[in-house]
């Protein structure tokens, strides 16, 4: 799960990493209540979407950037206008771009130098690591292509957590100068403990900067957490924006199905991640593009592939579908019997292979021959993903 920013700079301040001073709204009506806490003097207004890209990036209204510098708090409010309400065209959004729904505005401060620093979990070690350089503000991907020399990592036990001299590590290679080393020990403590603390997958600060008092801010914050530790953060899951997120993925996570909306045409309706990545393999194999990552779990319900169909066809993208199922606890006459259900339902006209093995399959396969509908099996995952390959084309 993301989140926006402004609750990335919220969260940085209860754990005690120092972020500029700064106020969100989302309404043109908020504007003068956001401003007023924070002092006269240039402000940065910076539009709310969970997307990269954004001072890059263009309004479909012809504004370009989605980050402003201002000189003043009466600029602010006219960029910020220009922003709210209005969809922002991103590297990373896509054409579609997403609509801004909250702009934030924040000091402007003094800059000396920028930095990037990042905490994720390695899965080659299975442990958290800190990777940090001193080129920030960049994308950290441009970096490693063009200058990985200027990136460092440092791994962390996590029996013991971060060390003293891991934290005298990161800030000698950071370059710091004794004045600011302090700040910045402080900072890199804090943050880790951000990290652990809330379950998060990835606490992106880009960039770490500066100032010529000797400050060191975290001016820019993402932050995304594993889903699977929310149950234990309530606090932190209210804070999900769903005006952000694919509605079919919404719709899926009230049926528990695990489902991610990708560019392609043909649907995949799989029990088990490994086995719905290896079916988006194979249609690529043979020539055809997936539409989903969509796995329905080791033990679905004729009620959740009802809506596992549903949910495909509200992507107007899809032009077939191929359902691979490997019947360990899964019965496939359930799923049989769910799948005939759903498309007597939906009125399903669309090509649709089905390849079913395990666990009552040859009970499933007599319960899809005896529907009467337009159904072709597949005799393997490799026949199946042919012929919904050739269907489609």
């Excluded at 001073?21 to 910076?46: I, N």
């Excluded at 943050?191 to 600060?205: G, H």
């Excluded at 100032?211 to 953060?233: I, Q, Y």
């Amino acid at each position: 799960m993301n989140i926006h920013e402004y609750q990335a700079k919220a969260l940085c301040e209860k754990f005690g990493v120092p972020v500029p001073k700064g106020a969100a709204a989302t309404s043109v009506a908020d504007f003068p209540t956001a401003l007023a806490q924070l002092p006269e003097g240039p402000t940065m207004v910076k539009s709310q979407i969970h997307a990269g890209g954004r001072g890059k990036g263009t309004f479909t209204n012809g504004f370009k950037g989605g980050v402003k510098f201002c000189k003043t708090k009466a600029e602010a409010r006219e960029m910020a206008s220009a922003m709210l309400g209005n969809t922002l065209v991103t590297v990373q959004t896509g054409p579609a771009g997403r609509k801004v729904q909250t702009v934030y505005f924040t000091v402007a401060n003094d800059i000396k130098k920028e930095y990037y620093l990042a905490i994720l979990l390695d899965r080659r070690t299975s442990r958290p690591v800190i990777i940090a350089s001193t080129e920030g503000g960049v994308e950290i991907e441009k970096v490693a292509k063009e200058t990985p020399e200027k990136i460092f990592k440092v791994f962390i036990d996590p029996a013991y957590g971060l060390a003293d001299y891991q934290v005298r590590e990161l800030v000698f290679g950071l370059g710091f100068n004794p004045a600011e080393a302090k700040n910045a020990s402080k900072l890199i403590r804090s943050l880790y403990a951000m990290y652990w603390a809330t379950d998060a997958a990835m606490v992106e600060i880009n960039p770490l900067v500066t100032t010529p008092t000797g400050e060191v801010l975290a001016l820019d914050a993402k932050v995304s957490f594993d889903d699977n530790s929310l149950f234990r953060h309530p606090e932190i899951l209210s804070l999900r924006d769903l005006n952000e997120e694919d509605p079919k993925e919404i719709e899926a996570s009230k049926h528990e199905l695990n489902y991610i909306a990708l560019d392609g045409s043909i649907a995949c309706l799989v029990n088990g991640a490994g086995l719905a990545m290896a079916t988006m393999d194979i249609v690529k194999h043979f020539g055809g593009n997936p539409a989903n990552f969509l796995d329905v779990g080791g033990g679905a319900s004729k009620e959740q592939v009802v809506a596992a169909f549903k949910i495909i066809l509200g992507d107007k993208n899809v032009k077939g579908i191929l359902v691979n199922i490997f019947g360990g606890i899964m019965d496939c006459d359930v799923i049989a019997n769910g799948i005939v259900e759903a498309a007597k339902e939906v009125g399903l006209s669309l090509p649709l292979v089905v390849r079913l093995e395990g666990n009552n399959s040859v009970a499933g396969k007599a319960t899809l021959s005896k529907s009467g509908l337009a159904i072709t099996t597949g005799d393997s995952m490799a026949d199946a993903a042919q012929k919904i390959v050739k269907l489609v084309a």
